[in-house]
Structure formats: structure tokens, C-alpha cells
């Protein structure tokens, strides 16, 4: 069955860094559009960040746009989110999506597959 488990998430100070990955299993990996989510407790699920299936264009979200990357590596069959300058408004559940089709937008209704999710805390 397909498997996406991310990883990287913990806790940092206001400013730092992490990195986070998504494994992705039980599925052709670069067939898929790919994108990162979050979630606060009590706010709405929000799209942060899309990758097309063979990397070569990516789309941010206005509040991480210049400080997040979004990446993949189709060999690894790996997603990854680079976040630089973290702000304690960052802090949310983290969580990848695939969608077999090509679009990885907004819409979450768009995607077929969900990670469980990594939190994210940033202290200030």
C-alpha cells in the first residue's frame, strides 16, 4: 500500500533551521505531484509549498515564500522542505501530499495520498 512518512520535525528556536523529508512508498514517485501542508491546532489546514512530478518548477505560499524550499529527489523517491529564518507562527503539524495528477496547488481535495505529519515548534 502506499506509504508516505515524513521526518524531521522537533523543536527550534526562533530564527533556526530544519529540514524535513517525506518517504514515499507503494507508488511510482515521479508520476506524482507533490506538496507540503500544515496545520495549527485550531487553524484551518494550509498549502505552503507544490512541486511538479520532475521537480522543475515550484510554488510558495506567500507567508514562506524566501524562506522555505521545496525539493525532491525521484531516485530516493524522497520529498524534502527545507525552512530557514523559522518564526513561532511556523509552528503546525507538518504533512506531505501526492496527487497522480499534475497539479499540486491549494485545493487539498486535489491529492490522493497523506503523510501522518511531523510537528514543528518554533520557540521564541
Known amino acids: 500500500q502506499v506509504q508516505l512518512v515524513e521526518s524531521g520535525g522537533g523543536l527550534v528556536q526562533a530564527g533556526g533551521s530544519l529540514r524535513l523529508s517525506c518517504a514515499a512508498s507503494?507508488?511510482?514517485?515521479?508520476?506524482?505531484?507533490m506538496a507540503w501542508f500544515r496545520q495549527a491546532p485550531g487553524k484551518e489546514r494550509e498549502w505552503i509549498a507544490g512541486?511538479?512530478?520532475?521537480?522543475?518548477?515550484?510554488s510558495y505560499a506567500d507567508p514562506v515564500k524566501g524562506r522555505f524550499t521545496i525539493s525532491r529527489d525521484n531516485a530516493k523517491n524522497t520529498l524534502y522542505l527545507q525552512m530557514n529564518s523559522l518564526k513561532p507562527d511556523d509552528t503546525a503539524g507538518y504533512y506531505c501530499?501526492?496527487?497522480?495528477?499534475?497539479?499540486?496547488?491549494?485545493?487539498?481535495?486535489?491529492?490522493?495520498?497523506w503523510g501522518q505529519g511531523t510537528q514543528v515548534t518554533v520557540s521564541s
Open positions: 507503494g507508488l511510482t514517485f515521479s508520476t506524482y505531484a
Open positions: 501530499a501526492a496527487n497522480r495528477a499534475a497539479n499540486y496547488g491549494a485545493n487539498y481535495k486535489f491529492y490522493d495520498y
Open positions: 512541486i511538479s512530478r520532475d521537480g522543475s518548477t515550484t
